[in-house]
């Protein structure tokens, strides 16, 4: 079983940045694709970015592109989330997610672990 804590949420102005953080409880942290997804309000959970076991390769929803960087240390098993340019749309609960260990797809059904989920809100 893995343990994800995301800690980074907050409130802050249109155009600003916050950074999320997930912290994993696995002594395997390398071996697992790591993604982060949001869900607003009203809304269903959506995919916003993934990294690959190494870092060596990231995806973004068209909707983050060019304003979120998905990074990680494996190191310190933490995924990060920078996100800059927020805008009042990206309010949402922000939740870090793994499939089960050594799998590269990030689709939510293939979702295995999932955090506790950290609030982010922009004001307009």
């Known amino acids: 079983q893995v343990r994800l804590v995301e800690s980074g949420g907050g409130l802050v102005q249109a155009g600003g940045s916050l950074r999320l953080s997930c912290a994993a409880s696995t002594s395997t942290f390398s071996m697992y694709a790591m993604g982060w997804f949001r869900q607003a309000p009203g809304k269903e959970r959506e995919f916003v970015a993934a990294i690959s076991w190494g870092g060596g390769s990231t995806y973004y929803a068209d909707s983050v592109k060019g304003r979120f960087t998905i990074s990680r240390d494996n190191a310190k098993n933490t995924v990060y989330l920078q996100m800059n340019s927020l805008k009042p749309e990206d309010t949402a609960v922000y939740y870090c997610?793994?499939?089960?260990?050594?799998?590269?797809?990030?689709?939510?059904?293939?979702?295995?672990?999932w955090g506790q989920g950290t609030q982010v809100t922009v004001s307009s």
């Open positions: 997610a793994a499939p089960p260990e050594g799998w590269s797809s990030m689709a939510l059904a293939d979702v295995k672990y």
